[in-house]
């Protein structure tokens, strides 16, 4: 079992930065990959990215792509998403969600546990 806590929303201007952590429960964080996701208002959860058990590979969104980076700790049991340059488009509820394999995938599906989101918003 593992419990995902979101943290770092809020309000940012576009073309500012934004830093959302995700704090993860239990001893196996490290043999989950990693996901984060975003869902505005009226619209399905989308995906934006992932990273590996061990930090090896990410893969992000085309629509994030050169903007926001994905990373995370081990030894902290986190996961981070630093968002750049974030645009208005952006703004949105971000969760976190672990999958219990090596290499996560682009699916909502996919994931067996899920964060309870926090909210970004971009002003233009």
């Known amino acids: 079992q593992v419990q995902l806590v979101e943290s770092g929303g809020g309000l940012v201007q576009a073309g500012g930065s934004l830093r959302l952590s995700c704090a993860a429960s239990?001893?196996?964080?490290?043999?989950?990959?990693m996901g984060w996701f975003h869902q505005a208002p009226g619209k399905e959860r989308e995906f934006v990215a992932f990273?590996?058990?061990?930090?090896?590979?990410?893969y992000y969104a085309d629509s994030v792509k050169g903007r926001f980076t994905i990373s995370r700790d081990n030894a902290k049991n986190t996961v981070y998403l630093q968002m750049n340059s974030p645009k208005p488009e952006d703004t949105a509820v971000y969760y976190c969600?672990?999958?219990?394999?090596?290499?996560?995938?682009?699916?909502?599906?996919?994931?067996?546990?899920w964060g309870q989101g926090t909210q970004v918003t971009v002003s233009s």
């Open positions: 990273i590996t058990w061990n930090g090896g590979s990410t």
């Open positions: 969600a672990a999958e219990n394999t090596v290499v996560a995938g682009t699916a909502v599906w996919e994931y067996d546990y």
């Open positions: 239990g001893r196996t964080f490290s043999s989950y990959a």
